[in-house]
Nanobody, 115 residues
Framework: QVQLAESGGGLVQPGGSLRLSCAAS????????MAWYRQAPGKERELVAR???????NYADSVKGRFTISRDVAKNMVYLEMNSLKTEDTGVYYC?????????WGQGSQVTVSS
């Protein structure tokens, strides 16, 4: 069983920055994919960024050049550095991992971008 604990959400003005963190505990060594999804009010959950065990990274077009995903393998953590935030980045951000064929989700962190 794997548990995910997220931190780092909050309220920020447009143009500001936030950093989300997600710690994976339990039987989570050698995770295949670590990712961040988000869900805006009234919209479906969407992939923001993911990093695969081989180090390859994918971003949603809407966040390319502004967001950076990274992971610390030793600590079993994944991060999402968000810069130049826009109002349309508002939503609940979820940590996600795929491990041994099973998906796991964090509890979600609210990110609100507003002046």
């Amino acid at each position: 069983q794997v548990q995910l604990a997220e931190s780092g959400g909050g309220l920020v003005q447009p143009g500001g920055s936030l950093r989300l963190s997600c710690a994976a505990s339990g039987s989570s060594r050698n995770v295949y994919i670590m990712a961040w999804y988000r869900q805006a009010p009234g919209k479906e959950r969407e992939l923001v960024a993911r990093i695969i065990t081989d180090g390859s990274i994918n971003y949603a077009d809407s966040v390319k050049g502004r967001f950076t995903i990274s992971r610390d393998v030793a600590k079993n953590m994944v991060y999402l550095e968000m810069n130049s935030l826009k109002t349309e980045d508002t939503g609940v951000y979820y940590c996600f991992i795929l491990h041994r064929g099973t998906t796991y989700w964090g509890q979600g962190s609210q990110v609100t971008v507003s002046s």
